[in-house]
């Protein structure tokens, strides 16, 4: 736990009402870091993942030994802490898990979710000779494979590659500015057996592309792909996952955020606005209906405040023309 | 005229832009992210497997962007903006919802009594002057009149007494008591924020100011042992003072002198800085 600071100048006070919670979170942090023993391979990975965030991304070049989140989580909550970040990628590479690839978030300065993963025929950025996009741009995702419903593991692991990588939560975006997808495919099937006993079934393959427009003849462009990389081949290992107070406390929806309830009017299935108006009850006794003579008012219709309005009234007289 | 042949003929000359999918795909717009639940080929998918998942990914990217140029646009200096709708995966949050700020003192008064808080304007009119001041603060008008240039003195004070240094005095005073008050509503607060559950604010303010008084107390030699007792102070626990021994060991109590001294100069030991101090000389 981290002593509490007390800001000693107005800049020192900006710098850490930054970090208070609010209401409108900031984009969400990441750390890339390397457990004690890495190879090559995993720490190509953890650079080319941290290019992907950037710039909402720190690298951290030196090895830890101290880092194994699933055993002990101190060092975890301090880089939280002092970096301001609640995610985190951790690299690591042994003969029990070799390549190993660990996604945390974090919630309040905890673990909220881990996954960890073992990475398979990866091919670094640099190994793809083609336009990269721009940094600092949200990227579109696309995730393939029933898995990604059916199975809690890899729902989760979907929410986390989007927590990761979606970036600002924005109102609009700029049509120009879509560069590159992420794809996501998870599939568990028989060709794909995995050699890794400590994983779980099921292969993750994940892609990056640049996306390139094409003329169309409409409004909407024709749509090509090229590979950016980098490229991956997960398998997912082990995981853990938040229990449902703390889940329910991090997925609270401010006040402010829920949308009003707007009584009466419906949207149904079609995308019809339907609209309920209330009316008070009718009087139709006072209805115009056509005239007959038969229905005219006789004089015992008439109550004792009709007859005193009409005796107020003096008859207008019809004055002979002389 | 109809042109609609024409227009058939100019789309035929590019690639078509509509993909066919067994089961629709399922999008959230807010994150650009389109979710697709149709099985895979397999036997494609293990012979030419990275081709195969470019195209798989071209026909999905394509679909999510038919869904995003659906999107109502307004066009600004930036570009075209697509307004996106509201986001239907939940994402959990970094940090807890912020508390909120708990009431002050004078907030839970006015609260109880039906005060209610009244604008006023910044600047009031000076009669006197003719001039608009501002009601407090630098050149304000709550000064009491402690520019007059003239003060009458009342007749049950004392004559000789200053009644200028008195006003500023009782300036100065209220100041302090405001300030305090302050201080007061800002640390209950805090309390109120950070209290584990169950406790009160008056107990931890307690044992906040027993936790200063100790630390006031290393200030003297004897740890506060021959200090003006506070009203209701009650005697710190586990208080020791170690004396060395008067005579004795010389090396030991040449290291210590010379620990602190390193402590105070430097790890280095370097007193002076030699280039600080060159160029002085040379000024």
């Known amino acids: ?322 | 005229m109809d042109i609609s042949d024409q227009l058939e003929t100019q789309k035929s000359k590019y690639e078509t832009i509509t993909v066919e999918k067994q089961i629709p795909l399922q999008y959230d717009l807010a994150l650009l992210a389109a979710f697709d639940t149709n099985a895979l080929d397999e036997s494609r998918l293990k012979n030419d497997r990275d081709n195969y998942l470019k195209e798989y990914a071209r026909d999905g990217t394509q679909l999510l962007i038919n869904q995003i140029f659906k999107l109502p646009i307004t066009s600004s200096e930036m570009g075209i903006l697509a307004e996106l709708p509201e986001q239907i995966t939940v994402i959990p949050r970094e940090k807890p919802l912020p508390k909120p700020k708990p009431p002050t003192r004078w907030e839970r008064f006015a609260k109880a009594k039906g005060i209610q808080h009244r604008k006023k304007s910044k600047m009031v009119y000076d009669e006197a002057t003719g001039e608009w001041v501002p009601r407090w603060g630098y050149k304000g008008t709550n000064d009491d009149g402690a520019n007059d240039w003239l003060i009458p003195v009342p007749q049950t004070e004392d004559p000789f007494e200053d009644q200028f240094s008195k006003k500023r005095e009782a300036k100065k005073e209220r100041i302090a008591k405001n300030e305090a008050r302050h201080k007061r509503n800002i640390e209950e607060a805090e309390a109120v924020l950070n209290q584990p559950k169950g406790a009160d604010t008056r107990s931890l303010r307690k044992v906040e100011l027993q936790r200063q008084i100790a630390i006031s107390k290393t200030a003297t030699a004897s740890i506060g042992k021959f200090d003006k007792t506070l009203k209701g102070e009650s005697k710190l626990k586990g208080v020791k003072r170690k004396f060395e021994p008067s005579i004795g060991d010389v090396r030991k109590e040449k290291e210590l002198s010379l620990n602190i001294l390193k402590k105070v100069v430097g790890k280095k030991g370097d007193i002076v800085n030699v280039r600080k101090a060159i160029a002085k000389r040379d000024q």
């Open chain 1, 1 to 322: 736990m981290l002593k509490k600071i007390k800001p000693k100048n107005a800049r020192s006070k900006r710098a850490l009402q930054k970090r208070e919670p609010k209401i409108e979170e900031n984009v969400k942090k990441a750390i890339f870091i390397r457990s004690s023993s890495t190879n090559q391979l995993v720490n190509e990975a953890l650079s080319d993942l941290c290019k992907l965030k950037k710039p909402d991304a720190i690298s951290f070049t030196k090895k830890n030994n101290t880092i194994h989140p699933f055993d002990d989580d101190t060092s975890l909550n301090f880089f939280c802490e002092k970096n301001d970040t609640s995610l985190f990628v951790i690299g690591s590479h042994s003969k029990k898990r070799p390549n190993n690839l660990t996604f945390i978030r974090m919630f309040d300065g905890q673990i909220l979710d881990m996954v960890e993963v073992g990475i398979e025929n990866a091919k670094p950025l640099s190994e793809f000779k083609t336009s990269k996009c721009a940094i600092g741009i949200k990227p579109l995702f696309l995730f393939v494979g029933d898995l990604f419903e059916n199975s809690l593991v890899y729902k989760t692991f979907k929410n986390m590659l989007l927590d990761f990588y979606h970036g600002q939560t924005v109102k609009n975006i700029n049509l120009s500015g879509l560069e590159h997808v992420i794809s996501v495919t998870a599939i568990d099937s028989s060709s794909e057996q995995s050699s890794d006993p400590r994983a779980i079934p099921g292969i993750v393959y994940f892609r990056v592309y640049t996306i390139q427009y094409k003329k169309s003849g409409e409004k909407t462009p024709r749509v090509e792909l090229e590979e950016m990389g980098p490229s991956y081949n997960f398998r997912i290992r082990r995981f853990k996952f938040a229990n449902d107070d703390v889940y329910k406390l991090a997925t609270r929806i401010p006040k402010i955020n829920k949308p009003k309830k707007i009584k009466n009017i419906d949207v149904n299935e079609m995308g019809d606005k339907i609209g309920r108006i209330h009316l008070g009850k009718q009087d139709l006794s006072k209805l115009q209906t056509r005239k007959m003579k038969g229905l005219k008012r006789t004089t015992e219709d008439y109550t004792e405040v009709d007859l005193e309005e009409m005796e107020e009234i003096p008859p207008i007289k019809k004055q002979k023309a002389s």
